[in-house]
């Protein structure tokens, strides 16, 4: 096996042999030396690392890919019956004396017993009900299977009245009962418990709710249930119609490791590995090859980022909803990376030829030419190895931007994730944003505002470690791989 | 090569670069559905019908047969979309060069929006939104000017000491905070901060009851009668050479406009509502500038002329000042020139949460789905215009470069 070329600094090579040390290693020695000084640098390489790991550990978590658990809250003093209806017309008079069957339904509960029978004999009848919050369905919005529902199940216990002068006579009893829920909380949602101030507590995992704002949720940070249960977070709570979306900060964070990471990292490196490619090509040959290829280079390089991302999943979406066979919501993230990566490839291209231009003509070049190495070898094993560490440094700087370009995209209301509560970072923050912006627009001179500080907080802290410590890195290990520059 | 031929060489090299552009978004547009495209350039609401633009329709007198829909194949030939593909990539490029880049929907969340918009050309439509850019461009990059040369030199002076790294700390925290975070937080504090400790309802002591501070600190104009603008009935509010609450009159230029028609407070308080967003923009985006500043001087540090002027006993203050920090200067010039090009795109998200009549703002309201639809139109006419922008700013840059440093060889 043939040396590499030398690096920088190192002023012979050596075959390597058994028994030797690689001819890079110094390099990287050298590296972590200068690195090692560099205490900034060090504290990115740290949140790099421990962000890894969080994301390994998401990926072992039963948690949904495509769109977080959405929970609904539910006062805990709802459901309260608000009136029975019976199915057919009144009798005169009330009713007969006798047994009557009923049923019980209440949108989001099961009700236990939710039929019975009564027995009328001149006098009101009471019947004890049990209302659970019904369990989550299966699957979410996006068809991916939906982790279990919450741990707690919360039982309200009713009494319901069957006055007999106040029902109609049939054989059997459809009681409906309405409910004071603050919203409807759909069926793919979990419910949130929330109880009003003063109420005793009636359970783990529940929130208090302000006085003056009973469908709301209070700004409350308890870091037992920001690690256990549900921190409701993501919507307006504010109103009655609008008080279900919420998910869980942490989950979504977690989740998120994942998605960002991954997201990052395939954008980033897939851009490198064609700009790279079409780099050193360009470079190398140079000519008319070289022209054209930096004139396509100029192109994309042109194209404004963000429109053109836009553009390109509006255009493609209008015309199919599944790409390569992903499904709806694989197919978006997918269609995602590649309209990042189609404007991402031109700077690398460009940052390869420059620095092809200078090794090209470096004399271990001309040497292995001497040598009567094809092109192709020349290329790969000569000119590739020695112009990647500025791709490198480009690339460890590109892959903190991401998350603050999706965020952007989200904010400016364009669906480029398949769920509203996608979990990624970049979303999550700027959905919290979003959430933000219609809290304030809630606020009225009498009941004040109710700012929910831990929604922006903790994503955008994510967000914001991610970006400066990959920065701070990238800029670290250039200091230390550019001669010029360190002493 | 003498100047002038350079120039001359560099321009007619743009024109390939954006031809390709071009086909880059007719292919897009092309890919398009019949109906996107009419609803986009003709600016037609959304067709509910849907029969309208399908090819085949049930036929009147038989709806079990399928017959030719005569609407589409009549529209199809008013795009020229029956016409072969290169004749249409042709007419495309035609089109897109001399300015005729289709129309703002009806329908679409845009021109919904701002309803002025409706049926407008797209170049015109750019055309009233660019002068807010503008102004908010310049002011930024002057704060930033005004911090990054100073704060770059003192970070190049004072190497790996405290200034540095603080320096770095502050400006990569900038450019870290997402800008939506950034400007929503400093849009709160600043009307925490004007409304006296009170929040959103309290009216900033320049004010009367009228105008909160919220409205003081968000969109492009006072929608009260603050300062007592004569305004025109039917007009919203606004005065009468403010159309629509947007397209000013006669330069465009919002506090221009407003100092030709003798209103300075108006004038004062456009600039007042560009002032945070700018410092927030020059907050996001100074790193960038700041590392460049910063490497130029640590490079020019190390040449052999500032070494002379110290041996010659020169102070230091006037070695950094007058010798390393003059010519490090070419490449911060250039630097500039190319943040300017790319500000001029816009700042969708600033201008959206803080709502500044920009290019940003329409374009943040052209991508959204919510109300109405993308405007595609209005999509693809800035794509085409900011290239456009960022390739002559190339140029410029590129010229500029060598004028500045005579050693630098043209070719």
Known sequence: ?487 | MRMWVYILRRLILLVPVIIGVMTITFVLVSSLPVHERLSSQFGAAPPRDAWLYQPLRPCPTNPAQECRNPVYYEDLAKLGLNKPIPVQWAVYIYNSFTLNWGTVGNGSTAGQTFQATQGQQVSTVLGWFLPYTLELAALSLAIILIIAIPLGNLAAVNRNRPVDQSARILSFSGYALPGFLLSSLALMAAVIAFGAGTGFFAHPPWCGPGETTWQEFTGSWPTYTCYNISAAAGNQGYPSWLTDGFISHPTGFPTVDALIHGQGWLALDTILRIAIPAMVIAFASIAGLLRFVRNSMLEVMNLDFVRTARAEGIPEQTVVKRHAGRNSLNVTITVLGLTFAAFIGGFPIIEDVFKLNGVGLILAYSVQISKGGIDFGLVFGATLLFTIIVVLANIIVDVLYAYLDPRVRLG
Not at chain 1, 167 to 176: I, M, P, R, T
Request: charged share 10%; aromatic share 12%; net charge positive.
């Open chain 1, 1 to 487: 096996m043939s040396s590499p070329s030398p690096p920088a600094t190192s002023s012979t090579v050596s075959p390597r042999r058994a028994g030797r040390p690689h001819p890079r290693l110094d390099a990287y020695k050298r590296t972590w030396y200068f690195l090692r000084r560099n205490t900034l640098a060090l504290f990115g390489l740290g949140v790099i690392i421990f962000f890894v790991i969080v994301a390994v550990y998401a990926s072992t978590q039963p948690l949904p890919y495509y769109g977080l658990n959405s929970y609904c809250a539910t006062n805990y003093t709802n459901p309260t019956i608000l009136s029975t209806e019976a199915s057919s017309v009144p009798v005169q008079g009330g009713l007969p004396n006798g047994t009557y069957g009923y049923t019980v339904a209440v949108k989001g509960y099961t009700p236990t017993p939710a039929s019975g029978s009564f027995q009328v004999a001149g006098k009101a009848v009471t019947v004890q009900i049990t209302f659970h919050p019904t369990p989550a369905a299966t699957t979410d919005a996006a068809g991916a299977a939906s982790s279990s529902g919450l741990t707690f199940a919360l039982a309200h216990t009713y009494s319901v009245t069957f006055d007999e002068f106040g029902l109609s006579g049939s054989a059997n009893w459809q009681v409906s009962l309405n409910v004071t829920t603050p919203n409807d909380c759909l069926a793919i949602e979990q419910t949130v418990c929330t109880y009003p101030t003063g109420s005793p507590v009636p359970g783990p995992g529940c929130y208090q709710t302000p006085p003056a704002n009973p469908s709301d949720i209070a700004p409350t940070l308890n870091l037992a249930h920001f690690s256990m249960g549900p921190l409701p977070l993501g919507s307006l709570t504010l109103t009655p119609s609008t008080s279900s979306g919420f998910y869980n900060v942490y989950q979504g964070l977690l989740r998120g490791a994942d998605w960002s990471l991954v997201i990052s990292t395939s954008i980033v490196g897939g851009g490198a590995l064609v700009g790279l490619v079409v780099g050193a090509v360009s470079g190398f040959y140079g000519g008319a090859v070289d022209e054209a290829l930096m004139r396509l280079v100029d192109i994309f390089l042109s194209i404004p980022q963000i429109l053109f991302v836009i553009v390109v999943i509006a255009v493609v979406t209008q015309t199919t909803t599944s790409v390569l066979g992903l499904g709806p919501g694989g197919s978006r993230v997918f269609l995602l990376i590649m309209a990042f990566l189609v404007t991402w490839w031109p700077f690398y291209a460009r940052v390869v030829r420059g620095q092809v231009l200078v090794v090209r003509e470096q004399k271990y070049v001309e040497s292995a030419r001497a040598a009567g190495a094809s092109r192709g070898r020349i290329i790969r094993r000569h000119i590739i190895p020695n112009s990647v560490y500025p791709v490198f440094i480009q690339m460890s700087l590109d892959v903190g931007t991401i998350p603050l370009l999706i965020g952007v995209l989200i904010y400016l209301g364009f669906p480029i994730f398949p769920t509203p509560y996608f979990p990624e970072w970049g979303a999550l923050s700027a959905n919290s944003v979003v959430s933000l912006q219609a809290f304030l627009n809630t606020c009225t001179e009498t009941t004040g505002c109710i700012v929910p500080w831990w929604q922006i907080f903790f994503p955008g802290l994510v967000v914001f470690m991610f970006a400066i410590s990959v920065n701070f890195f990238s800029d670290g290990l250039r200091d230390a791989l550019d001669p010029r520059l360190r002493r």
